[in-house]
């Protein structure tokens, strides 16, 4: 069984996005009365117009995990316009503390994928109250970051988004990291084919533009929700895919006991490796200034 904590906006999209795909059943729960059973209703109306026999089912009662391979964490607050992810960081701590104890009590053999903001902060949240192993806690972020930068590269090279390949790696957050030299076009670099100010325009629309969507209709949706489908799907059918997502560090990239994106192979077990990429000097120093933010933010919640 699959269980979404959370059952707002993304919480939601995240089964939408995952129920053609027929990978388990799906349990949504939420802390308001009503709201998780009736998207349950209405997701599984959407099953039926599929043809998909996925069993959906809504609840306020965290016991209802138990059984769950995976867990995937979309509860707390989403960020308002003009605020950073690091905005929610006091509140929404204490959210995903209370969750993850339920994790850990009700589904003590799950996986747990965090989507929650600040993200990287978050999934460190759930890997101390879970007390879980760490390959099995992981954080959405790079799915999403690229897929951004992916449209952006099309868009201003005016080719079809599938000759793109585009990848961003770090914290995710103000200093997340787009890498021109491993993102392509038709299988050549970026650096190859555009300017290095046209690179640099492209990264800071990388970074800013989930506040630009939210400034314009309150909240990310759909990109967030079919990029952790997308790590559903490697999960549940143990591709061994590699993708950026938000991993716990053991120095791979000069970083040590915490998460922050970076390339990893996703599958049934989680996360079975962290791939390492070089960086050149400037990025090596993004990074670190990402790395530093999520670890002056785990000291600010006392849990450094
Ligand atoms: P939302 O407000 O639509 O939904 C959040 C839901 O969590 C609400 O229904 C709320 O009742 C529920 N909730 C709060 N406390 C809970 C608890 N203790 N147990 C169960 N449910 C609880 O917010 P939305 O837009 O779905 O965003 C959810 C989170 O995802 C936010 O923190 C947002 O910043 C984050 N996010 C992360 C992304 C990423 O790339 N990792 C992308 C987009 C959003």
């Given at each position: 069984?699959?269980?979404?904590v ?12 995952i129920?053609?795909?027929e ?24 099953a ?11 609840t306020n009662?965290?016991?209802?995990m ?12 989403p960020?308002k ?10 509140k929404?701590?204490?959210?995903i503390g ?6 850990k ?10 989507v929650?903001?600040p ?10 109250k879970t ?8 954080g ?7 897929c951004?930068f992916?449209?952006f590269?099309a868009?201003t090279?005016k080719?079809?988004v599938?000759?793109v ?17 491993y993102?392509t076009?038709?299988?050549k670099?970026?650096?190859?084919l555009?300017s290095k100010?046209?690179i640099t325009?492209?990264?800071?629309g ?9 400034a ?17 799907e ?8 590699q993708m950026?997502l938000?991993?716990y560090q053991n ?6 006991g ?14 079975e ?6 960086l050149?000097?400037e990025q090596?120093a993004?990074?670190?200034?990402g ?6 933010a785990?000291s600010e919640?006392?849990?450094?």
């Open positions: 069984m699959i269980t979404i959370g059952a707002g906006r993304i919480g939601s999209t995240v089964a939408a996005n129920i053609p795909k990978l388990d059943d799906i349990l949504l729960i939420d802390i308001i009365q009503g709201l998780p059973q009736g998207e349950a209703l209405d997701l599984g109306h959407m039926a117009s599929f043809g998909v026999d996925v069993s959906l089912r809504g009662d965290y016991k209802d138990e059984g769950s391979d995976l867990v995937i964490v979309t509860g707390g607050l960020r316009p003009g605020m950073t992810r690091l905005d929610l960081l006091q929404n701590s204490q959210i209370d969750i993850a104890l339920k994790i009590e009700h589904a003590p053999k799950s996986l747990v994928l965090m929650t903001n993200l990287d902060v978050m999934t460190y949240v759930a890997l101390k007390g879980f192993d760490k390959n099995r806690v992981f959405m972020s790079g799915q999403l970051d690229s951004r992916r449209y590269i868009q090279m080719v079809p599938s000759a390949h585009a990848i961003v790696i770090g914290e995710h957050g103000e200093s997340m990291l787009p890498l021109p030299q993102s076009v038709n299988g670099p970026l650096t190859k555009m100010e046209e325009k492209l990264i800071e990388t970074r800013k533009t989930a506040a630009d969507v939210i314009l209709k309150g909240g990310t949706v759909y990109a967030p929700g079919n990029a952790v489908g997308s790590m559903v490697a999960i549940i059918k143990n591709k061994h895919e950026p938000s991993a120095g791979e990239y000069d970083v040590n915490f998460y922050i994106g970076v390339p990893a192979v996703l599958g049934r077990n989680g996360v490796k962290i791939v390492k990429l070089d050149d000097e090596k993004v990074f670190q200034k790395a530093d933010s999520i670890k002056n785990i919640i006392g849990l450094a």
